[in-house]
């Protein structure tokens, strides 16, 4: 499959817990997002890589939140703290030109 | 930054009925656009795209064309079958430092038999 691979599908954690997320992106491409998404709501954009860059970050993006993206490949987004209002599904994305191309997504819980 | 209008869901069709849904954006530029679309516990598939004013995507019967002057998008299917049920995004996408997808909060369409 090369299409873009997030892991994992599912994560339930306690409050307060830290979680990591991964995201692997089509080979060669580029450029490479994070959004979060709730129930009936549209993805909400939350940072993006070009190469290992992170060009900009959201300001939905508490000091809670970091994202890396080591060497241009693959990304992580940690959540510190967990807190019951980061429960969502949070996609990741990448492009090369005009084109993004959306994984599974990491649907979130915390009790 | 960019922002999206869609048409209020949800929409509730019988199969074979004529579809649109409406899109109208601000956008820094001349944005490409999108439509996506998004089946129950998935991410988004991309459905269709134009680059330049007057240019028609159009895939899976689906068609939408890039209007300048009105800054519409509008999702059309002539046909839609129950399979088509899904939401709905339509979303802009700006060159230099605002190169990020915008999306609205999404068309939930439900076609029945």
């Known amino acids: 499959d090369t299409g873009v691979s997030q892991d994992p599908r599912h994560k339930i954690t306690k409050r307060g817990q830290n979680v990591t997320f991964r995201c692997d992106p089509i080979?060669?491409?580029?450029?490479l997002y994070w959004y979060r998404q709730t129930l009936g709501q549209g993805p909400e954009f939350l940072t993006y890589?070009?190469?290992?860059?992170?060009?900009?970050k959201s300001r939905l993006l508490s000091d809670r939140f970091s994202a890396e993206r080591p060497k241009g490949s693959f990304s992580t987004l940690e959540i510190q703290r967990t807190e019951q209002g980061d429960s969502a599904m949070y996609l990741c994305?990448?492009?090369?030109?005009?084109?993004?191309?959306f994984g599974q997504g990491t649907r979130l819980t915390v009790v | 930054g960019n922002s999206v209008t869609q048409m209020e869901g949800p929409v509730t069709l019988s199969e074979e009925a004529f579809l649109t849904i409406n899109c109208t954006y601000t956008?820094?530029?001349?944005?490409?656009l999108f439509w996506y679309v998004q089946y129950p516990g998935e991410g988004l598939q991309l459905l269709l795209k134009?680059?330049?004013?007057?240019d028609k995507g159009s895939n899976k019967g689906f068609e939408a064309t890039y209007r300048k002057e009105t800054t519409s998008f509008h999702l059309e299917k002539g046909s839609v079958q129950v399979s088509d049920s899904a939401v709905y995004f339509c979303?802009?996408?700006?060159?230099?430092?605002?190169?990020?997808?915008?999306f609205g909060k999404g068309t939930l369409l439900t076609v029945n038999p």
């Open positions: 134009a680059t330049k004013a007057d």
């Open positions: 979303a802009p996408l700006s060159g230099g430092s605002n190169y990020k997808l915008t």
């Open positions: 956008a820094t530029g001349y944005p490409s």
């Open positions: 890589f070009q190469n290992e860059a992170q060009l900009e």
């Open positions: 080979s060669e491409h580029n450029r």
């Open positions: 994305a990448s492009s090369f030109q005009y084109e993004a191309f």
